[in-house]
């Protein structure tokens, strides 16, 4: 069972987020705080799996909460949710060590698999967002990135162009049709290989080197 706080100012987002999860059998909605600073004393009192955390929120906001939050001994893991295209303070949530972002108007499937996926370890992309953030956050590499991309292996580089899509690992076994655990070893030479442990650093190496 994973169980799961929402963090959000609105009360009408928490409610709809509650409503989507709610009913899942592997998930535990725990808990629910308003703001970042009360994030972190329900965060602390309930010890969840997953936060769900919005970015933008007064008193204290989802970048610094998550910050706080990661530089814990054993934190949880974070889902940032955004309402924007493009936020330059999702990658900087990225780069503090979340675990992916979401848009909030996700379909509800989507967003519990990515919720699932968080809690065992895969990072998320939101495909709607990932190249807008990327293309905002990343300088023009094309000749570096085209060299380290032509290290991969063909079936590693079909990998690499799914992670750079925002697929999930099951999503990417479904499309290549290999397993998941076939996909997890790609994914770990791949990073090897490219010298990261970071999807969204992969998928800025995979767009500069125009494979997207």
């Given amino acids: 069972m994973t169980r799961l706080v929402i963090v959000d100012d609105d009360p009408m987002v928490r409610t709809g987020l509650r409503l989507i999860l709610g009913g899942e059998t592997d998930l535990d909605l725990v808990g629910e705080a308003g703001d970042g600073r009360q994030a972190m004393d329900v965060i602390r009192d309930l010890n969840p799996d997953v936060v769900l955390m919005d970015i933008r929120m007064p008193v204290q906001d989802g970048l610094t909460t998550t910050e706080l939050l990661l530089a814990q001994p054993d934190p949880p893991r974070v889902l940032v949710l955004t309402t924007f295209d493009a936020d330059d303070m999702v990658l900087r949530a990225l780069q503090l060590g979340a675990g992916g972002f979401l848009l909030k108007d996700t379909p509800p499937p989507k967003m519990i698999e990515a919720v699932r996926a968080v809690a065992r370890g895969e990072p998320v992309l939101s495909p709607t967002v990932a190249h807008q953030v990327i293309a905002a956050a990343t300088a023009k590499h094309e000749p570096q990135a085209r060299r380290e991309l032509a290290t991969l292996t ?24 290999m397993s998941v655990a076939t996909v997890k070893a790609n ?26």
């Fill in 187 to 212: 994914i770990t030479r791949i990073f090897a290989k490219l010298e990261t442990d970071n999807r969204v650093i992969l998928a800025m190496k995979v767009r500069d080197a125009g494979l997207l």
């Fill in 154 to 177: 063909e079936r590693e580089r079909e990998v690499a162009i799914e992670v750079a899509k925002g697929s999930t690992n099951a999503e990417i076994a479904e499309h290549l049709f």
